[in-house]
């Protein structure tokens, strides 16, 4: 196992791990509580809905698309000033967060709408005759209602963010991603490489398994 693992420092690999799951865990609440109200008034204010309003729909949505048609690595290197204002660095867990959440909160907002969409509008007007607000409306039929794909686009947004800090790892926000940059791919050490790359593969499939689970006890509800 040593002669085939040689260049592995496993003290490193675990410190990278921890990393690589402090970036995911903050990146994905903070996009969450920014996405999933940024989802929700994309929805309200959209065509034949509660608060319909076609600027401010037309505003959002194109803000939402052209944050999520930038390439991520892209906007890692644009946010760089704001990230150091922000922050005081750029680099390190703590640099890569802000892009992270920037990157992967207008993704969850439109996968938000999307599921908020699919809600029954019977369920909506039903509501909307007993005199229910936009408020308890939100509150008390759509998120409930919408809960499994909120969660499913909560699963695929952290699938995302698992890939965005292996990427993040270029301009040395450390976590996995930073150990493959720097070792497997600049210093050839292939081992790395390997258990970097399968230590992700775990992680991708962990959170597609447990996302999937919590989507079919609240189908089931």
């Known amino acids: 196992m040593d002669g085939w693992f040689a260049n592995v420092d496993w003290a490193e690999i675990g410190q990278a791990s921890l990393d690589t799951l402090i970036m995911l865990g903050g990146s994905l609440v903070a996009s969450i509580a920014l996405g999933l109200p940024l989802g929700v008034l994309l929805f309200l204010t959209g065509k034949?809905?509660?608060?319909?309003?076609?600027?401010?729909?037309?505003?959002?949505?194109?803000v939402v698309n052209v944050l999520r048609s930038l390439p991520f690595i892209i906007l890692l290197i644009v946010m760089i000033p704001f990230t150091v204002v922000l922050v005081g660095t750029s680099l390190g867990v703590a640099g890569a967060i802000p892009p992270l959440v920037v990157g992967t909160a207008p993704f969850f907002a439109r996968l938000v709408e999307n599921a908020l969409r699919e809600v029954d509008r019977g369920v909506i007007e039903a509501s909307q005759a007993m005199g229910a607000s936009t408020r308890q409306i939100v509150f008390g039929v759509l998120l409930p209602e919408a809960m499994p794909g909120l969660i499913a686009g909560a699963t695929v947004t952290a699938i995302a963010l698992v890939s965005y800090t292996a990427m993040a790892g270029v301009i040395?926000?450390?976590?996995?991603?930073?150990?493959?940059?720097?070792?497997?791919?600049?210093?050839?050490?292939?081992?790395?490489?390997?258990?970097?790359?399968?230590?992700?593969?775990?992680?991708?499939?962990?959170?597609?398994?447990?996302?999937?689970?919590?989507?079919a006890r609240l189908s089931r509800r």
């Open 48 to 62: 034949r809905q509660l608060l319909e309003q076609s600027v401010v729909y037309a505003i959002l949505s194109f």
């Open 172 to 215: 040395g926000a450390g976590g996995l991603g930073d150990l493959a940059v720097r070792f497997g791919y600049q210093r050839f050490q292939t081992d790395v490489m390997v258990v970097t790359v399968v230590l992700l593969l775990v992680l991708v499939q962990l959170l597609q398994m447990f996302g999937d689970r919590l989507v």
